[in-house]
T-cell receptor, first 110, second 114 residues
Framework: DVKVTQSSRYLVKRTGEKVFLECVQD?????MFWYRQDPGLGLRLIYFSYDVKMKEKGDIPEGYSVSREKKERFSLILESASTNQTSMYLCASSGYSEQFFGPGTRLTVL | AQSVTQLGSHVSVSEGALVLLRCNYSSSVPPYLFWYVQYPNQGLQLLLK??????LVKGINGFEAEFKKSETSFHLTKPSAHMSDAAEYFCAVSDSGSARQLTFGSGTQLTVLP
């Protein structure tokens, strides 16, 4: 079974904190993605990566950065968390034909 | 640019009734089309996908979808709803010829009434 794991299911942080969300996949996929999910808006792509040390901006990259130092790991970083970044964050990885999703991290910024 | 419209953010059906979730897309090239399901507090799981070939695609849990190019649609159906089908459903499109660049619809929450 393909597995995409995320470091936390629930996270509560304070405004201004630096936040790290970690994602690991075990299928040797080259492509990895970070999405944000909000009610009524579906999934919006924040950043994606096609290879180690490569990153591309998605539709809503503002306020976020990413890091991919190893093929299996893709990190999302909130440099200074704000209340409008309270959301569900989903990581995915893919080969050619399908994206596989992790369970999500529900982040609350107070 | 590709886009997806899911008609109806909430759909309710009775147990045993037909499930029909609507998805229309726009794409400048032959699309890849996907339906994903999200159960409460979980990530997304692939239900089915269309890439090329047969336009009627069968997926898991008795769901199927038909690609209709002339209508730019990819509606999801199931003949008889089960209580366990209650979830949120997302349609997605890719015009990159792979699953690398997906654009998702806003989702449809399916409620199954006893």
């Amino acid at each position: 079974d393909v597995k995409v794991t995320q470091s936390s299911r629930y996270l509560v942080k304070r405004t201004g904190e630096k936040v790290f969300l970690e994602c690991v996949q075990d299928m040797d996929h080259e492509n990895m993605f970070w999405y944000r999910q909000d009610p009524g808006l579906g999934l919006r792509l924040i950043y994606f990566s096609y290879d180690v040390k490569m990153k591309e901006k998605g539709d809503i990259p503002e306020g976020y950065s990413v890091s991919r130092e190893k093929k299996e790991r893709f990190s999302l970083i909130l440099e200074s968390a704000s209340t409008n970044q309270t959301s569900m964050y989903l990581c995915a990885s893919s080969g050619y034909s399908e994206q596989f999703f992790g369970p999500g991290t529900r982040l609350t910024v107070l | 640019a590709q886009s997806v419209t899911q008609l109806g953010s909430h759909v309710s059906v009775s147990e045993g009734a037909l499930v029909l979730l609507r998805c229309n897309y726009s794409s400048s090239v032959p699309p890849y089309l996907f339906w994903y399901v999200q159960y409460p507090n979980q990530g997304l799981q692939l239900l089915l996908k269309y890439t090329t070939g047969a336009t009627l695609v069968k997926g898991i849990n008795g769901f199927e979808a038909e690609f209709k190019k002339s209508e730019t649609s990819f509606h999801l159906t199931k003949p008889s709803a089960h209580m366990s089908d209650a979830a949120e459903y997302f349609c997605a499109v890719s015009d990159s010829g792979s699953a690398r660049q997906l654009t998702f619809g806003s989702g449809t929450q399916l409620t199954v009434l006893p």
